[in-house]
Nanobody, 126 residues
Framework: QVQLVESGGGLVQAGGSLRLSCAAS????????MGWFRQVSGKEREFVAA????????NVAESVKGRFTISRDNTKNMVYLQMNSLKPEDTAVYYCAATTTQRWPPGTGKDAYGYWGQGTQVTVSS
């Protein structure tokens, strides 16, 4: 089992920045990929970014490419999502996810991940 806890969400004005953090615990040695998703009420959960746990390869959704950066710190079992130039349409609950499936790039559907955090709200005001 892998446990994930997100933090760092909040309210920010358009054009601002936030950094989300995800603390991983449990059987983290079995983790292959960590990812970030977001979800607006009534809509499907949307892939945002993923990072290969071992060597740090990244994959970022086109909708946020150039504005969002995913990174990880293996020594601290942490994954980060740096979000710059935020837009009101970035408003969502952001979820950290993990998978032990050895596939790269990972699938972008939520079914590609077996472990999830509780989510953190990000609200971008116009």
């Amino acid at each position: 089992q892998v446990q994930l806890v997100e933090s760092g969400g909040g309210l920010v004005q358009a054009g601002g920045s936030l950094r989300l953090s995800c603390a991983a615990s449990g059987r983290t040695f079995s983790t292959y990929v960590m990812g970030w998703f977001r979800q607006v009420s009534g809509k499907e959960r949307e892939f945002v970014a993923a990072v290969m746990w071992s060597i740090g390869l990244t994959n970022v959704a086109e909708s946020v490419k150039g504005r969002f950066t995913i990174s990880r710190d293996n020594t601290k079992n942490m994954v980060y999502l740096q979000m710059n130039s935020l837009k009101p349409e970035d408003t969502a609950v952001y979820y950290c996810a993990a998978t032990t499936t050895q596939r790269w790039p990972p699938g972008t559907g939520k079914d590609a991940y077996g472990y999830w955090g509780q989510g953190t709200q990000v609200t971008v005001s116009s």
